[in-house]
């Protein structure tokens, strides 16, 4: 168990540019899930996916944001136009809906994104 | 709709005292609820889950928390700090159904002074 990683750790942009984030998820875990935290804040939901259909966004997830998961394992969130108010820690979980640690989710170390 | 309330922004105690990490819940039916800790520069981990069996719930570190109904409560507890748990605690809550959806509290951050 490798845990969950995500690339890069840290993601500095200027405003206006295009930014893709890299989840890879515990080994098997059928669901896999994007939050973003601000400074001073808990995190908020996304965005989830069980296996590569991506079930439910939130409305934080404006039309710049989108999500993919196209094999059921790794995930890429994409935002597009960054703006400074999209810097944030980006944080990717996943979960297995069987065995001993059902439904946990499990967070990988973040990306923490600066938009200058 | 769920949600959690962390009563405190920060507490901070001394080396070997109790510590009461407070947080109540908003739900239409039986939560479940959860206790992460994050530490600076590290990812959330969680403490200990309530799942609607015992309301008695031990986690990882010495650390439990009791679901209380009646009081719409799941404080965190434990006996003696230490150094190590300096760190920021949230108090979560499942969205409804099966989704799995977390919400997270604002956060508790604890301090814990030689």
């Known amino acids: 168990d490798t845990g969950v990683s995500q690339d890069p750790r840290h993601k500095i942009t200027k405003r206006g540019q295009n930014v893709t984030f890299r989840c890879d998820p515990i080994s098997e875990h059928n669901r896999l899930y994007w939050y973003r935290q601000t400074l001073g804040q808990g995190p908020e939901f996304l965005t989830y996916f069980q296996n590569e259909a991506q079930l439910e966004k939130s409305r934080l ?8 998961r196209p094999k059921g394992s790794f995930s890429t969130l994409e935002i597009q136009r960054t703006e400074q108010g999209d810097s944030a820690m980006y944080l990717c979980a996943s979960s297995s809906l069987s065995g001993r640690h059902y439904n946990e989710q499990f967070f990988g170390p973040g990306t923490r994104l600066t938009v200058l | 709709a769920q ?3 962390q009563l405190d922004s920060h507490v901070s105690v001394s080396e070997g005292t109790p510590v009461l990490l407070r947080c109540n819940y908003s739900s239409s039916y039986s939560p479940s609820l959860f206790w992460y800790v994050q530490h600076p520069n590290k990812g959330l981990q969680l403490l200990l889950k309530y799942t609607s069996a ?3 719930v031990k986690g990882i570190n010495g650390f439990e928390a009791e679901f209380k109904k009646s009081e719409t409560s799941f404080h965190l507890t434990k006996p003696s700090a230490h150094m190590s748990d300096a760190a920021e ?3 979560v809550v499942i969205q409804g159904g099966s989704q799995g959806n977390l919400i997270f509290g604002k956060g508790t951050k604890l301090s814990v002074k030689p």
Request: charged share 20%.
């Open chain 1, 61 to 68: 997830l404006s039309d710049r944001f989108s999500a993919e």
């Open chain 2, 3 to 5: 949600s959690v309330t």
């Open chain 2, 54 to 56: 015992a309301t008695l």
């Open chain 2, 89 to 91: 605690y949230f108090c």
